[in-house]
C-alpha cells in the first residue's frame, strides 16, 4: 500500500461512510499497519459480522479504560482508524482472530447505532505537511534515537529498525515507531490524534 489513500478509498472517506465499531483494550492501531486481532465479545463478533457483509471495512477505535467489558460512545477515543479486515478465522464458537489492516485515520462524527453493535459516521483525517527541511529533520533524529534505542532495549526487534529508512513518509515512520515503544497508550492515541507532521514528529522526539 502507498502512503497516500488508494483513490477509491479516499473517495469513500469523502463521503462520511457509518461503519461498524470494533473497540479495542489496552492497544491501537496506526494507519498502514497489519495486526492480529481476537475478538470475543457478543458487540465486537456482530460488528465483525456487519463488516463482512461489505466491503470488510470496521473502525478501529481505542478505549479510554482497558477495564470497560462493554464500552459504550463516552468510553472510547472518538479518533481511530479506518481498517480493512484481510483475514478472519473461527477458533471458537465465539472467538474470532481477525488481521485487519489499518487505511485511513478518521475522527468520529456521530454515533449512529449502539445495537446490536456500536456504528458510527466518520471523516477523514489527513497529516498536514510541514516545511520539508525541518521534517527531513525530524525524522533523521528520530531514526538515530530509534536505532540507539533498539540497540538497547531487546524487546525491540532490530530488524524492524532497517525498513523505516525506506519509508518516504515520516508519519509512516512516526506510526511504526510509536506503534513498537513501551509507552501509555494514551501518549500513543495522542501522536494519532495530532495532524500536524512537525507536531507529531516532535511529540515522538520527546518521548524517545
Do not use: C, W
Amino acid at each position: 500500500m502507498t502512503d497516500d489513500p488508494q483513490p477509491d478509498l479516499e473517495s469513500k472517506l469523502k463521503e462520511k461512510p457509518v461503519l461498524p465499531v470494533l473497540p479495542l483494550r489496552n492497544t491501537l492501531l496506526y494507519p498502514d499497519m497489519i495486526i492480529p486481532l481476537a475478538v470475543g465479545r457478543d458487540r465486537s463478533l456482530k460488528a465483525v459480522e456487519q463488516a463482512t457483509r461489505g466491503e470488510g471495512y470496521l473502525l478501529i477505535l481505542s478505549q479510554k479504560d482497558g477495564e470497560v467489558e462493554e464500552p459504550e460512545p463516552d468510553d472510547l477515543f472518538r479518533v481511530g482508524v479506518m481498517a480493512k479486515i484481510l483475514r478472519l478465522m473461527r477458533v471458537a464458537p465465539n472467538n474470532l482472530s481477525v488481521i485487519v489492516h489499518g487505511q485511513g485515520k478518521v475522527s468520529v462524527e456521530e454515533y449512529t447505532s449502539k445495537e446490536p453493535f456500536l456504528e458510527a459516521r466518520v471523516s477523514f483525517l489527513e497529516n498536514a505537511p510541514g516545511p520539508p527541511l525541518e521534517v527531513e529533520a525530524l525524522n533523521k533524529n528520530i531514526l538515530s534515537q530509534y536505532e540507539k534505542l533498539a540497540s538497547l532495549v531487546p524487546t525491540i526487534p532490530q530488524e524492524m529498525v532497517a525498513p523505516l529508512q525506506r519509508y518516504e513518509d515520516a508519519n509512516r515512520v512516526a506510526d511504526n515507531i510509536a506503534f513498537n515503544l513501551s509507552i501509555p497508550l494514551a501518549e500513543k492515541q495522542a501522536i494519532l490524534e495530532e495532524t500536524g507532521t512537525v507536531q507529531r514528529l516532535k511529540m515522538l522526539t520527546g518521548i524517545l
